[in-house]
């Protein structure tokens, strides 16, 4: 059973250009979540998705970004006009479905590493 | 802020030695979880203990909660130098979770 895969694993963008960050689920999750890490930081919640729904976006900065988790494929993070800001590690994590979805381990992703030039 | 806050923020010991570090948070929870970072990897998860529950082991690793004084101790048992890495605790409330800064963690052969 395959885990949780995100590409690319490095991306390099310059300034004002976009980024875009894949997230493919644990076969059978249901739930994706993005966390963004900033050097020598803890991981930082930004969105949690289920299939075709944004759950709750709330760490999310208001411009630029955006997540998306469509009926197929995987899931994406766009970011748009990148500054060096953006520069940080974003992993992806994945737990199945279920009710009380907060008794579940999170399985993450090895992360895409953003860095803007 | 952030929920979880692990402490001490670095912690070096010699091969064979336990690991001790400790976790604190602000508030209600539904479960704590423990995870490992290699410098540059993805998150690598070691336990998960529930609210209802004050001690769960996993092979040389044994963790406590402390609900009431919202506190969690993450101990290694009989460092390898493959225990090297960052330790993250993350307290999860519904199904954010929240994660300390972590403490890094140097087993030396």
């Known amino acids: 059973n395959a885990g949780v895969m995100q590409n690319p694993r490095h991306l390099v963008r310059r300034r004002g250009q976009e980024a875009r960050l894949r997230c493919s689920p644990m076969?059978?999750?249901?739930?994706v979540y993005w966390y963004r890490q900033l050097p020598e930081e803890g991981l930082k919640f930004m969105v949690y998705l289920q299939k075709e729904n944004i759950i709750d976006e709330s760490g999310m900065p208001k411009e630029r970004f955006s997540a998306e988790f469509p009926k197929e494929g995987p899931s994406i993070l766009r970011i748009q006009q990148v500054v060096r800001g953006d520069s940080a590690a974003y992993f992806c994590a994945s737990s199945p479905p279920g009710r009380r979805t907060g008794y579940y381990e999170q399985y993450f992703g090895p992360g895409t590493r953003l860095t803007v030039t | 802020s952030q929920q979880g806050e692990e402490d001490p923020q670095a912690l070096s010991i010699q091969e064979g030695e336990n690991a001790t570090m400790n976790c604190s948070y602000k508030?209600?929870?539904?479960?704590l979880q423990w995870y490992r970072q290699n410098s540059g990897r993805g998150l690598v998860h070691l336990i998960l203990i529930r609210s209802n529950e004050r001690e769960k082991h996993s092979g040389r690793l044994r963790v406590t909660l402390d609900t009431s004084k919202k506190s969690s101790s993450l101990l290694i048992t009989a460092s390898r130098a493959a225990d090297t890495a960052s330790y993250f605790c993350?307290?999860?409330?519904?199904?954010?979770?929240?994660f300390g800064a972590g403490t890094t963690v140097t087993v030396r052969a």
């Open positions: 508030t209600s929870i539904n479960n």
């Open positions: 076969k059978g999750h249901s739930h």
């Open positions: 993350a307290t999860a409330r519904d199904y954010k979770l929240s």
